[in-house]
């Protein structure tokens, strides 16, 4: 029997739109493989078929200086509300798509994990696309404060 096929390659089921609100969070708690793992899982749908991790890790050194270690802040309320509009964004623009945005504060070492986007949508195109504004938007317009330890000093810097 022959195997009917789509010239286009589009299937013909509708796509599973995501159903569950997306997960934003500031958090003390690290991000350790275990819940990466299981912020992923919880975005992942039927109709996932690319799920994007970006996972921020406190590197060693920044302008030329070595780091220590970091000390992340910030008002948990103003910056969850801030992720909730850039998740609303990411929504709007991918509408199949289910979103995941936890940041750490509080001191971190090497090493240590301080921020995970996760984006799950249909296509991988569109789950790169996503997690991308996801986490250049988070960067850029989400109040939390960095202080960085150096060997010779401390300085509050743009997180």
Known sequence: MARKTRASG??????TPATSAPIIRITREPLDGEAIRAL???????????????????????RGKRV???????????????????????????????L??????GPLA????????VAACPHRAEAFDACRYAIDTLKASVPIWKKEFYEDGEEWVEG
């Open 10 to 15: 589009a299937s013909s089921t509708p796509a």
């Open 40 to 62: 992923e899982q919880a975005v992942t749908t039927a109709g996932a078929g690319g799920i994007v991790t970006f996972a921020g890790v406190v590197r060693d050194n920044a």
């Open 68 to 98: 220590r270690s970091l000390e992340y802040d910030a008002y948990p309320e103003m910056a969850e509300s801030e992720m909730a509009r850039i998740a609303a964004e990411v929504a709007r623009r991918w509408p199949e798509s289910a």
């Open 100 to 105: 995941a945005m936890v940041h750490r504060i």
């Open 110 to 117: 090497i090493g240590e994990c301080s921020v995970v986007v």
